[in-house]
């Protein structure tokens, strides 16, 4: 069984920083696409970065996050981070990881950040 298990989401203010962790267990992290997510109330779930392992490795990340947010991963502790710098009000969503593993989407409970002064 696959358990993401996100931490670090805070209530911080505009401009400051905030790194999220996703810890996992029962998936191989060394194999596995990792992603951060995030849904603000009456909004969709968006992508905000993901790290793939094959082809190489390729990143992507949200347009919105460009330049202010970086995912990486520790391969021995099976986590993932997500770094945020100058956060705005509109980051205010909650936080989720996600891996799509063996044929489905694994998620997270979910990290609250909230930008507000």
């Known amino acids: 069984q696959v358990r993401l298990v996100e931490s670090g989401g805070d209530l911080v203010q505009p401009g400051g920083s905030l790194r999220l962790s996703c810890t996992g267990s029962g998936i191989n992290f060394k194999i596995a696409t990792l992603a951060w997510y995030r849904q603000a109330p009456g909004k969709q779930r968006e992508l905000v970065a993901r790290q793939s392992v094959d082809a190489g490795g390729t990143t992507d990340v949200a347009d919105f996050a460009k330049g202010r947010f970086t995912i990486s991963r520790d391969w021995a502790r099976n986590r993932v981070f997500l770094q945020m710098n100058s956060l705005r009000p509109e980051d205010t969503a909650m936080y989720y990881c996600?891996?799509?593993?063996?044929?489905?989407?694994?998620w997270g409970q979910g990290t609250q950040v909230t930008v507000s002064s």
């Open positions: 996600n891996a799509p593993y063996y044929g489905r989407d694994w």
